[in-house]
């Protein structure tokens, strides 16, 4: 009766991971257009060599940042547009110069005279001064927002930084025990699968250690999960994509 029971278990933990596969082949239709589930998780060899090379994310990287490059594209901006404003604050100067020739008529016809004339304006702005000055006042006080804004983001994307590079290293190493630990249990099954073949263990033990397995199975895919999720988010703290983000 217990053997019977075990296995009805089994079977419907069996039913749930099938439906759950399903269900998670279906996600992967929605997001990507392609339900096939590869076991073989390729990431785990660029991981390798990532915490060696885990320096190269500098803060100087992070003028890659998308949302860094546009904000320093707003600080120019607002200084131009101050700097153009200013041209209605101060006094301007213009000069012009104009010659020709003119031919007399009297006293003496088809004479010749060279004329020569220049202005010089200079002008200053009185009643729309004070409206001026206001606009160029308010577009230096926009550069200072701009510019108090991009600090802003770079001490935030500092912190990102420091943040998943600390958690990265951390899921890294957590990932990398789980995997001797698997590698353990998985040894210890098989010598009591063994021992259990030659009617030395009672089947309870052989369960345990199954379940062990399986415990250490999931917590080392967990751990493994993290670090791709720490390493997506390292990448995007300094602007890349996991794909370009040692270049």
């Known amino acids: 009766e217990k053997f019977l029971v075990d296995t009805q278990n089994s079977q419907a933990q069996l039913q749930d991971a099938e439906i ?9 239709l929605a997001l990507l257009g392609e ?23 500098s803060i100087d990287r992070l003028e890659e940042r998308p949302e860094i490059k546009a904000q320093k594209l707003k600080v120019s901006a607002s200084g131009r547009r101050a700097y153009q404003s200013l041209g ?3 006094p301007s100067l213009d000069a012009s110069v104009s010659y020709g020739y003119s031919e007399g008529i009297i006293p003496v016809p088809k004479t010749s005279k060279f004329n020569l004339s220049g202005t010089l304006q ?19 006080h926009q550069e200072s927002q701009a510019e108090v804004e991009l600090e802003r983001l770079r001490r935030e994307a500092r912190a990102n ?18 995997e001797k630990t698997m590698e353990r249990s998985r040894s210890l099954y098989s010598d009591n699968l063994k021992r259990f073949q030659r009617s ?5 033990e052989l369960m345990n250690d199954q ?12 751990g493994w999960g993290d670090v791709h999720n720490n390493f997506t988010r390292l990448c995007h703290s300094v602007g890349k994509s996991v794909f370009h983000c040692f270049n």
Do not use: C, M
């Open 122 to 140: 200079l002008t200053i702005p009185l009643f729309d001064r004070l409206k001026d000055y206001g606009e160029y006042r308010a577009l230096l």
């Open 35 to 57: 339900g096939t589930l590869n076991p073989d998780w390729t990431w785990k060899r660029v991981f390798v060599d990532a915490p060696s090379q885990i320096e190269k994310f």
């Open 211 to 222: 379940e062990r397995l399986y415990q250490s199975e999931l917590s080392s895919i967990r």
């Open 161 to 178: 930084l420091d943040s998943a590079k600390t958690a990265f290293t951390v899921s890294y190493q957590s990932a990398v025990l789980r």
């Open 88 to 90: 209605g604050v101060l």
């Open 20 to 28: 759950q596969l399903k269900v998670t082949q279906n996600e992967l």
């Open 200 to 204: 030395i263990v009672n089947a309870n």
